[in-house]
């Protein structure tokens, strides 16, 4: 969908998955957390629980929101920007979550977009609270979504319990 969005290929890479205890954020925290970063949150509920998290630098955010409005440059990124962005991220979780309801007959519903500027530490501490109040383990997909003409990079977080991640494993067979 992105690449569809942009108009122009889009790689994607895993980077890691990871399980970690739902409250040790120091494993999921990249080297670039003193950079005020940009992020698009949201759940998927129903047959299957999974929250995902789009992030990226502030300054890429500008970027980005420039290339989606078709202005050269982003001084600072306007109201307009960020609904932008927060409406790429909900058709990134869109697509998504249809991918894995096409392939696990799982449905799944999605929230509504939320969009936060912060640091990452900050970003990340409320879908981990979220999960942590019914797992003490998540399983972590770290992402990397890039645009190969505009060189965007839009970082990815996967989160959902082991117990849901035993469910899509379990719909694939």
Known sequence: SLSMILNEPVSHRIRK??????????AVIPVFDIL????????????VHVTMLFFLPSSMARKFAAKLLGVEKMNKLSSLGRSSISEVGNMMAGSFLNALSD???????MSTPGFAADTF??????????????TDRVIITEAELHSSESDIIIDTLILLS???AKKILDAQR
């Open 17 to 26: 998955v990871v399980e970690v205890n739902s409250l040790d954020l120091d």
């Open 36 to 47: 005020p970063m940009c992020s698009v949150y949201l759940r998927g509920v129903g047959d």
């Open 103 to 109: 392939n696990t007959g799982f449905r799944v519903e």
């Open 121 to 134: 530490k900050a970003l990340i501490q409320t879908p981990t609270a979220e999960l942590a109040t019914t």
């Open 162 to 164: 082991p117990s849901e």
